[in-house]
């Protein structure tokens, strides 16, 4: 096994040869093995454990057990410990879920403080065929099977080629110490329902079923390359980035076959993944709208818009008289002026002793009206976004500068007759967009 850890690095994983890593050891035999080979490769490494405080005085036998391992090897060693139950109870999270969070949100800080790169888990064969069963079992789509990657772009896996008994013999032959942790051995967690009791009956059935399930899995990735490269063609033919959103028109989406399938896979990494409900918006009547915890999927007239989810923010802004610059929420400049020169949406020019101060910028609100320049009576504001076709994103980004509670801009877009420059003005206010 030694020998094909080490080509294995040398082909797959040369940068962790040049700077060090971060490698999780829990004290388990696939860890342990993992930290022995990088000692024994010389590979540059600081060794973090994480005590979980769910086994008491087990617990704290396995972080001694890896600080010696560390202490002997003259490597570094970091660790840290959670309330974990706290945690799960606070959050409430089942105890996987919750162990996971406190561990990786622990190492992406670690990797900080370091200066290191990558982190390395001892993620081994059959973890990967457990990870697929398990998604197998809760119905999954393709990238559910092709199982776990051997590396991101700041976690490797080095042991994903090697097997369970591989690992375990070359403990062995090795003499090396290990802690076995008995919560692994409990059939009340599915992966531990799979690990002890499918997988054993799989490979009496075949001997050679983890061989065959690593060739099956291979092809598999080749299929999600495929599929992954049609599916970034569509997106750059179909997806049209605008400034705070992406457009794609129905009709395009539409001549897709098999819709369902298209639909799951450009649209699940924003957090759809509901077929029936992305197939239903695709025939709905405008101002129809999907919410995934990330983004917002909104149907308007013949295209469908995808927005980020903002974060909540102030919705109402004053401006002083002396004020003459303003940076939030939008970027505006007040300045008087003598002539009426520059002209367009951006720029808007008011008889300034027509405003009362402090003046205010907020978002509309139903009810709101105006009356538009260059025209006779008022106009709700409402009406006048349908009008001018805006979308309900386009509606919600939409600000208003206002005197007195009165519109005098809908900014960008329309002045208010009220506030107009007559003859009789004697000091003309300019206000221009940046």
């Known amino acids: 096994m030694f020998e094909a850890f080490k080509n294995h690095i040398e082909i797959n994983f040369p940068h962790l040869k040049k700077k060090p890593s971060l490698l999780a050891c829990s004290g388990g035999v696939d860890s342990m093995v993992l930290a022995y080979l990088f000692c024994k490769l010389k590979l540059p490494v600081v060794l973090a454990h994480c005590n979980f405080k769910l086994r008491g005085e087990a617990s704290d036998g396995d972080e001694k057990l890896v600080k010696d391992f560390a202490t002997s090897s003259n490597i570094k060693f970091v660790s840290t410990y959670f309330d974990t139950i706290g945690y799960i109870n606070q959050n409430k999270v089942s105890l996987q879920v919750g162990a996971r969070e406190l561990r990786y949100n622990w190492f992406t800080k670690v990797l ?10 001892a993620h081994h064969a059959d973890d990967n065929l457990e990870t697929f069963l398990i998604n197998l079992s809760r119905g999954t789509g393709l990238d559910g099977l092709t199982g ?5 772009e700041s976690i490797s896996r080095p042991l994903l080629p090697f097997s369970r008994i591989e690992i375990l013999e070359f403990a062995k032959q090795h003499a090396l110490s290990w802690r076995e942790d008995a919560s692994n051995k409990e059939t009340k967690y599915l992966r531990n329902q799979i690990r002890h009791d499918l997988v054993p009956l799989l490979k009496d059935l075949s001997p050679s079923f983890l061989e065959n399930f690593r060739k099956t899995q291979f092809f598999l990735n080749q299929s999600a390359d495929i599929l992954n490269d049609r599916l970034y063609y569509l997106k750059k033919k179909l997806f049209v980035v605008e400034e705070e ?16 399938g298209y639909l799951y896979h450009l649209f699940n990494e924003y957090g759809f993944t509901t077929t029936r409900d992305l197939v239903q918006l695709t ?11 990330t983004h917002r999927l909104l149907r308007n007239r013949e295209h469908l818009i995808l927005k ?22 939008i970027s505006m400049k007040m300045e008087l002026v003598r002539e009426m020169k520059q002209k367009g949406r951006n720029v808007l020019y008011v008889d300034k002793n027509s405003l009362k101060y ?34 309900r994103f386009k509606k919600e980004k939409q600000w208003l500068l206002c005197s007195d509670n009165k519109i005098v801009w809908i900014v960008g877009l329309r002045g208010d007759d009220r506030f107009k420059v007559t003859d009789s ?5 300019k206000f221009s967009l940046d």
């Open 112 to 121: 900080k403080e370091e200066h290191l790169e990558t982190l390395v888990t």
């Open 148 to 152: 776990i990657p051997e590396k991101t």
């Open 245 to 260: 959103s992406t457009k794609v028109k129905v009709e395009n989406l539409l001549d897709l076959h098999p819709l369902e």
């Open 283 to 293: 025939k709905s009547d405008s101002g129809k709208e999907l919410q995934s915890k």
């Open 308 to 329: 980020k989810i903002d974060d909540a923010v102030n919705n109402s802004y004053l401006i002083a008289e002396d004020a003459r610059l303003i940076s939030e929420p």
């Open 358 to 391: 402090p003046l205010e910028v907020r978002q509309w609100e139903n009810g709101d009206y105006f009356y538009p320049f260059g025209m006779k009576g008022k106009k709700k504001v409402s009406k006048f976004f349908k009008d001018e076709k805006l979308s």
């Open 425 to 429: 003005t004697k000091e003309i206010l």
